[in-house]
């Protein structure tokens, strides 16, 4: 049994960062919602007005996209299967842990919710029932060594455009990492080339997270249930059949 | 070339409805909103303690699970190779018409606020350029009957448990409309007996709508890039074989 790592890279979650921490629409959003403007999820829907302050700000701000990412695997087979670990990795290098039991709300506010309070709390619900963890200062590629994958792949626009269900069918590793990036912009702030992937292209057209993630957690699906095709080995050079099988 | 149509059908996305209008949780969320209180949709997340004066209230205000579904087909490569036509149906037979152009906002209270504009102007952005249109009215049976499809497939618990890429693998029919429920709980609501759908299971575990969407949606992508298999006819009985191949 092959066991897979989903790890979201990169993805554009993080708090209010403090150089536009009084800007007017995040006190105001702060206020709406009765939270401290330092403990609210940046998001780019809301405080795009002050984004002009921050670098990157065309790609920051996205927890929907770490929203999508996580509702799609933690409902998958794979998931029910006990087949899946997911990690999210954020820009500032949190990495979140998803317990595979989580049950986590479909409602997009109220994933925002839980997620500060993820920030504050370090563990949620609670250190009895850790369902989400966060720890800090961790890079991808900490991560990543510390799952000890035999295969890291990674769901990259750059990298060789590849049938993935021929890929995820040809899979005889034990343990394989998957990265997605989780911006909708740009490229992977990590350095990915210290973990030697497999870069996978899905094709020329940009695609979601949501459509990466889904169809990465399809194949893999899929692949599984296909009948294995063994290749006959040419280890030695056959005598020529006599006559052709008809 | 196959043309799809993807139906959410019996979704659980409705205004509030005139018997709650005036309870407290819906005035105070229409406050905050600025909008009318009969002018917000119904949802099970801001409007529960409201719900016990509603019929079927375990499975009402659910417009996260409409655009869940509308985020996965309008990313899809079915849509960007113009493949597939979306709509979604509602329990009160609201239709809502997508134009594979549009583009919806993937921020969950930007997704809300549209679909209540579409309800106050029938047509969003507007008439000169409709990406969104409501018909009200138009039972699942008028919508699959107008569409004129060949084969009409019910995503459906109750049916036979179908590997998916076989079953798209097989299908030669022009116009196939795929039926997906959308609602959390419970059955369709709308009579499905006369569109004679094959009613397709995807097995035991019940499953979200967005997973639903996803595994149809790359079941599909999937089969069309399998080479085609032709199986042998058994049109006239073979001679035994005078001895068996090893």
């Keep these: 049994m092959t066991q897979y790592f989903f790890i979201l890279a990169d993805s554009e979650l993080e708090l209010v960062p403090q150089e536009i921490v009084n800007e007017r629409c995040i006190l105001n959003n702060a206020r709406a919602r009765g939270k401290a403007p330092e403990k609210i999820l940046l998001d780019a829907s809301h405080h795009h007005p002050a984004f002009g302050k921050l670098p990157d ?4 701000g996205r927890p929907d996209l770490v929203h999508y990412f996580l509702m799609l695997c933690i409902d998958s087979d794979l998931t029910a299967e006990g087949k ?6 954020t820009r500032n290098n949190d990495v979140i842990a ?5 049950r986590l709300p479909p409602h997009y506010p109220r994933f925002v919710g839980l997620i500060e309070s993820l920030y504050e709390q370090r563990v949620v619900p609670s250190k009895e029932n850790p369902l989400l963890e966060l720890r800090q200062g961790v890079t991808l590629e900490t991560l990543v060594n510390a799952l000890k994958p035999d295969e890291v792949l990674v769901m990259n626009p750059v990298g060789e455009e590849t049938p993935l269900l021929e890929k ?5 590793s034990e343990r394989v990492a998957v990265i997605i990036g989780g911006f909708s912009r740009g490229d ?7 973990l030697k992937p497999t870069n996978i292209s899905l094709g020329k057209r940009m695609l979601k ?7 990465a957690l399809c194949a893999i699906e899929q692949a599984s249930k296909m009948p294995e095709v063994t290749l006959p080995k040419p280890s030695k050079p056959r005598r020529a059949p006599k006559k052709k099988a008809e």
């Design 168 to 172: 995820f069918g040809s899979i005889k």
């Design 57 to 60: 700000s065309e790609r920051r």
């Design 84 to 89: 899946l670990r997911v990690f999210v990795h």
């Design 188 to 194: 992977f702030k990590s350095d990915l080339s210290k």
């Design 209 to 215: 997270v949501w459509t990466v993630t889904s169809k």
């Design 98 to 102: 998803v317990n595979p039991e989580t």
